[in-house]
């Protein structure tokens, strides 16, 4: 209870500041296997999540979303660039430390199925983080387990269960409570819901926002999905090709979008109303997303941009605040 009150006193201030992240993968060839390239996955994303929050992060499949949360996590070595959780630099410090940030950090996988050892009973799954940060004695832990399964809604009656034996819906509340069992206080959620069924995600949805409210979580929410993006996050921020291109308040962002990448993913989703869906507009991107391998220069997003200018081909711009509160990297934003 003292550890929930304080980190309600502290909600607004920021919890994760991030700039100049990259994270870039060697590409091999020939018979020596030299490294003869680099993909950019993460190409200088900055972004700052605020205790309390949720941060919605969207944007097309092979962007980077995924590769983003697990560098600030520091489950991926960023080659380059800044992480500071509550204040503390993550990507200069040692190995032992990170180790005792991580009751701090704590990850929502995506895939229910894969993310939980089938070797392992429901119990040993959530009691791991316990007893290897050495949480209590063996009863106190079983205590816990109990609690965090019902938290989730789950019955502790089924504890001595494996992960094969619960639907995929029932996996990623497994998945959860292995994630709260520390009590962090930054959690990356990485596309949680996407490989549940429709009927299902909305449940996860509600549950992921209760412990928020309940806990005093903060979420980096990874999506492809708009419309769920809408529903959970308090701020939206969109990448294209290893870029933030655009962050702002999720009621800003989705009535009046900046950067023409976002203009176009909006006009994508679906109105549950035939007449204005017949009469709106729909934004066509011509041409495929360019290859992280050698990306264009200046903006990423000037081949297929409809604004593109000399300045766009030239000069990479810089996300700045082009409104209150709402931050585009584009040289002709609106």
Not at 167 to 180: D, T, Y
Not at 209 to 233: C, E, P, R, W
Not at 297 to 302: E, L, T, V
Request: proline share 6%; aromatic share 6%.
């Amino acid at each position: 209870m003292v550890q929930q009150v304080q980190k309600t006193k502290a909600i607004g201030t920021t919890l994760v500041d991030v700039k100049g992240l990259k994270v870039h993968f060697p590409v091999k060839g020939g018979l020596l296997g030299r490294t003869v390239g680099q993909v950019k996955a993460v190409d200088g994303v900055d972004l700052f999540v605020r205790r309390g929050e949720t941060l919605g992060l969207v944007g097309e499949s092979g962007c980077g979303k995924s590769t983003t949360g697990r560098a600030i996590l520091q489950l991926i070595k960023p080659t380059a660039g800044t992480v500071k959780l509550d204040g503390v630099e993550l990507t200069t410090a040692s190995s032992n430390d990170i180790r005792r940030k991580r009751a701090e950090m704590q990850m929502v996988f995506q895939d229910p199925y894969s993310s939980l050892d089938p070797r392992y009973t429901i119990g040993q799954i959530i009691s791991e983080p316990l007893e290897n940060f050495k949480r209590g004695n063996a009863k106190e832990i079983q205590e816990e387990v109990a609690n965090l399964m019902e938290t989730v809604g789950l019955n502790p009656f089924y504890v001595n269960r494996f992960a094969h034996e619960f639907s995929g819906g029932q996996r990623q509340r497994i998945g959860i409570a292995r994630a709260l069992a520390l009590h962090p206080s930054f959690v990356v959620a990485d596309e949680p819901v996407s490989a549940l069924d429709v009927s299902i995600q909305a449940q996860v949805l509600n549950l992921l926002q209760d412990l928020q409210g309940k806990f005093g979580l903060t979420y980096l929410f990874v999506a492809h999905n708009l419309s769920v993006v809408k529903h959970i996050s308090d701020r939206v921020a969109v990448m294209y090709l290893g870029r933030v291109v655009e962050l702002a308040k999720s009621e800003s962002l989705y009535e009046t979008p900046l950067h023409p990448y976002t203009q176009a993913l909006l006009s994508a989703i679906p109105v549950p109303d035939p007449e204005v869906e017949l009469r709106r507009k729909r934004i066509i991107l011509e041409g495929d997303v360019p290859s992280p391998v050698n990306p264009p220069s200046g903006c990423n997003f000037h081949p297929r941009c409809w604004k593109a200018q000399a300045i766009c081909r030239e000069v990479i711009p810089p996300l700045e605040e082009k409104q209150s509160n709402h931050y585009a990297a584009c040289h002709f934003p609106g």
